[in-house]
C-alpha cells in the first residue's frame, strides 16, 4: 500500500506547522497510520542548514540571492531527505507534509513576473520532481490567510531554532508575502488543490474551525483505515 502525499501549504504565519500536527493528530484519532515531515530540516540535513544562513541574511539580501539558485538550497534539503520520505511512505497510510514543492515554487516566483516566472517555476519543477524524482502530492491544502492577518500572527511566533531573530528575511517584508500568496492562489486553481480559508469577517477563524476543513480535504475520497 502507498501511502496519501498531504502537503499543506500557505504564506507564512497561516498556521501550516499547527494545521499539519492537528492533520496528524486526527488522522492517528481515526485509526489510520499517519506521519509528519517538516520542510525546511534545519537541524537535520546540510542544506537545511544553509536555508537557515539563508534566511538569516548570511548570503545577502532577498534580492541580492537569485532566486533559482535560493531554490536549490530548499530542493537540496528535500533530496536529502528523500529516505525518510520514502520510508515513511512505506510505513504509513498518510504522509503530511509541512511545506513542500509548492511553497520553493511559490516564494522563488514571487520574485518575478510574467515569462520570467513561468521559466523560473518550470526549472524549480524539474528539478524537484524530474531530477531528484520526488513524489508529487495527491492533495496540496492551502491555508488562505490575508497578508496583514498573517503579519500579525508572525509577530507572535514563538523563538525558532534556525533565527534569533523576531522574523526572518521572508517572514519581514509583508510586501514579498503578498506576491508569494499571489503565486499560491495562482497555483492553487490548478487540479489536486484543496483552497482552506483561514479568515473570515477579517478575523483568523478558530484553529478547530481551519483543522475541521483540512481534514475534510486530506481524506475525500478515501475509504475506511487499511492499517491498524
Known sequence: MTARLIAVEGIDGSGKGTQSRLLV????????????????????????????????????????????????????????????LEAALAEHEFVVLD??????????????????????IRRIEHVEFALNALPRPDVTVWLDLPVPLATRLIAAKAQRDYTDKAADLQEADAEYLARTAAVYAELAAGDGWAPVPCSADGEVRSMEAIAADVLSAATEGCGPPGRG
Not at 515531515?37 to 536555508?51: C, D, M, V
Not at 511545506?99 to 523560473?120: C, D, F, I, M, P
Request: hydrophobic share 40%.
Open 25 to 84: 493528530d486526527a488522522l492517528r484519532a481515526a485509526g489510520r497510520r499517519a506521519t509528519l515531515l517538516s520542510f525546511p530540516r534545519y537541524s537535520e540535513t546540510f542544506f537545511g542548514a544553509r536555508i537557515g544562513d539563508f534566511l538569516n541574511g548570511r548570503f545577502g539580501s532577498l534580492e541580492a540571492v537569485d532566486p533559482f539558485l535560493a531554490s536549490l538550497l530548499f530542493a537540496g534539503d528535500r533530496l536529502e531527505s528523500k529516505p525518510a
Open 99 to 120: 511545506r513542500y514543492v509548492a511553497s520553493n515554487v511559490a516564494h522563488q516566483g514571487a520574485k518575478r513576473e510574467g515569462a520570467e516566472r513561468t521559466e523560473l
